[in-house]
C-alpha cells in the first residue's frame, strides 16, 4: 500500500471511529420501508449506529428491499420499547422539528447541529431524533432534547421524506468529520452527564418543588417545560449534577423541618 493509500484508510478509519458514536433514532416509525430508506442513507455516509423506538411492522421484507444493500445495518438495529432506553449513555440529544411550538426551543440550523455534535467530547454518544412520519416529534420527545435542528427548505414546498431528512442530516455529518480530520482537540475536564441521568434529575426536581409547594400540582407541565429547557441548556457534568442533586435533598429535608 502506498503512503497516499494508507493515509486515506486512516483518515477513513478516523472518520468511522467519530460517526460510531452517532445515533441516529427513529420512533414509532409507520412504514417499514422508510426504516430500510433511512438505512441506505445512513450507510452511504459512513454511519452505522440505528436505533429504532417501538417500529411498526418491523422486520419486515419491505424494509430490506429499500434497504437497498444496506441491510446489515437493518439486522444491527436496536430495537426499544421507550426512548428513554434509546437515549441510555447519550450526553447530547438533538431532536429535527419543522413545527412550530408553544414553548419555543433553542434551534440550530442542520450545519451547526452536525459542527455542535463532532465537537462533543470525545467517546460520548450523540443521539439525533427523528419522530413518526406524520406528525413527528411529540412535546414530551422534544423535551428531551437539548436543541432543535431545523431543515431549512423551500417555504413554499418544504416536504421531507424521513429517509430524505436523515440523508441530510448524515452528509453535514460526514462533512463536519471530515472537515476536522486531523485536527486534534484540546482534551477537557468537562464531561456532560448522560440522558438517562438528567431524567432521574428531573423527576427529583419535580417531585422537591412540590414538598416546598412552588410547584402547582394540578399544573406541573409548564413550569417543568421551563425548567427542562434552562437545565438542557446548561448540560450539567458530573460534578454539577451531584451538587444539584445535593441541593435538591437538601431542600427536601428542610421543607420536612429536618435539619439533620
Known sequence: MNSKAAQDTRSEAQVAARLSHIRIVLINTTHPGNIGATARAMKVMGLTNLHLVSPQGFPCAEATAMASGADDLLQRATLHDSLDSALEGCSLVLGTSARMR???????????????????HEGQDIAILFGQERAGLTNDEIYRCHQLVHIDTNPEYGSLNLSQAVQVMAYELRMAVIGEAGINIEPSDWVPVDAGQMELFFTHLEQMLLDIRFLNPEQPKRLMARLRRLFNRARP??????ILRGILAASQRAAKGDGG
Open 237 to 242: 457534568d458530573q460534578n454539577e449534577m451531584n
Open 102 to 120: 408553544s414553548l419555543p426551543m433553542p434551534q440550530m440550523d442542520l450545519r451547526a447541529a452536525a459542527s455542535s455534535a463532532m465537537h462533543e
